[in-house]
């Protein structure tokens, strides 16, 4: 996948992102007023200004998703015919070709068919996207607009309680999970695809999209699985969120020293076994 930002400043962006996630800015050779976000010398996403266009209508800094696909064309062909809408249709780019579609429920989405097939792992790094998540309508033709559209597979499907259920999915042919969808809640204006970038902290992040002139508006926080989340909003109103792995710590070896007592041994045991009231239950966040 690939992913971008238009935004009123593209300036401001430029210093915001890499505080918060590390990347670095770079000029794109083909159009200068295009830049890369790199992260080890790898391309990580792509910034630009708004459109004059899309500024006229309104349209508010966001991040833009691309799917991966081998026929862009094809691709817009079977869309549509699922319901979706051309923003702007396939065309031709120096490293590839692309187009911008919103699927049936109103997000927005891009297709991409780079030049040259980029090389990842299966495990996300530090600076990757490593989670992408839809707040729709109706989730349940969504998924089956994008799993038609594809291919993508169910994974897990977790019941969030009274904010309905959270539905995984990855690539066919593929182990790990990508990413999630669910209903929307009323506070959220529209439907939109949500972008996560592993970061070593997520606290660490937040807070320095904070320091930034950013905004966190929901974490840090734990979600199932072992990871910790936060969604900010960058100064210009893009919505971007950080994801962190824990790290396992193995506990520090004992001392050697005097033996304690059987007693001591089994009254320490019998507090560890005592149910501990205060544990809460993980609530799903993503």
């Known amino acids: 996948m690939?992913?971008?930002?238009?935004?009123?400043d593209p300036d401001a962006a430029a210093r915001f992102y890499p505080a918060v996630t590390g990347w670095k800015v770079q000029t794109w050779e083909h159009n200068p007023a295009y830049r890369l976000w790199t992260m080890g010398g790898a391309p990580m996403a792509g910034l630009m200004a708004l459109p004059d266009h899309s500024r006229?209508?309104?349209?508010?800094?966001?991040?833009?998703s691309y799917v991966?696909?081998?026929?862009?064309d094809a691709t817009v062909r079977q869309a549509t015919s699922l319901g979706a809408r051309t923003y702007a249709g396939p065309q031709d780019i120096p490293v590839g070709r692309f187009a911008v579609l919103a699927d049936p429920q109103g997000a927005t989405f891009g297709l991409y068919k780079p030049s040259q097939q980029p090389v990842r792992g299966n495990d996300a790094a530090i600076g990757d996207f490593s989670w992408h998540e839809l707040a729709?309508?109706?989730?349940?033709?969504?998924?089956?607009?994008?799993?038609?559209?594809?291919g993508w597979e169910p994974r897990e499907s977790i019941d969030m309680g009274?904010?309905?259920t959270y539905w995984e999915f990855g690539l066919a042919g593929r182990d790990e999970t990508i990413g999630g969808m669910y209903n929307k809640p009323p506070a959220l204006p529209a439907a939109r695809w949500l972008a996560y970038v592993k970061v070593p902290s997520a606290d660490t992040a937040a807070r320095t999209a904070q320091r930034s002139g950013g905004r966190v508006?929901?974490?840090?926080?734990?979600?199932?699985?072992g990871g910790r989340i936060a969604q900010c909003v960058d100064p210009q109103g893009a919505v971007i969120a950080v994801h962190a792995v824990a790290v396992a710590v193995k506990p520090a070896a004992r001392?050697?020293?005097?033996?304690?007592?059987?007693?001591?041994?089994?009254k320490k045991a019998a507090k560890k076994a005592a149910p501990?009231?205060?544990?809460?239950r993980a609530k799903r966040a993503r």
């Not at 006229?56 to 833009?64: F, K, Q, V």
């Not at 991966?68 to 862009?72: I, K």
């Open 56 to 64: 006229r209508m309104g349209t508010p800094p966001a991040w833009l």
């Open 276 to 280: 501990n009231r205060k544990a809460k």
């Open 162 to 164: 009274p904010d309905g």
């Open 68 to 72: 991966g696909v081998p026929d862009v």
């Open 217 to 225: 508006v929901s974490g840090p926080m734990d979600v199932p699985g």
């Open 255 to 266: 001392p050697a020293g005097k033996r304690k007592a059987p007693r001591a041994k089994a």
């Open 2 to 8: 690939w992913h971008e930002l238009m935004t009123t």
């Open 136 to 150: 729709t309508t109706d989730y349940k033709a969504a998924w089956a607009f994008y799993r038609a559209l594809f």
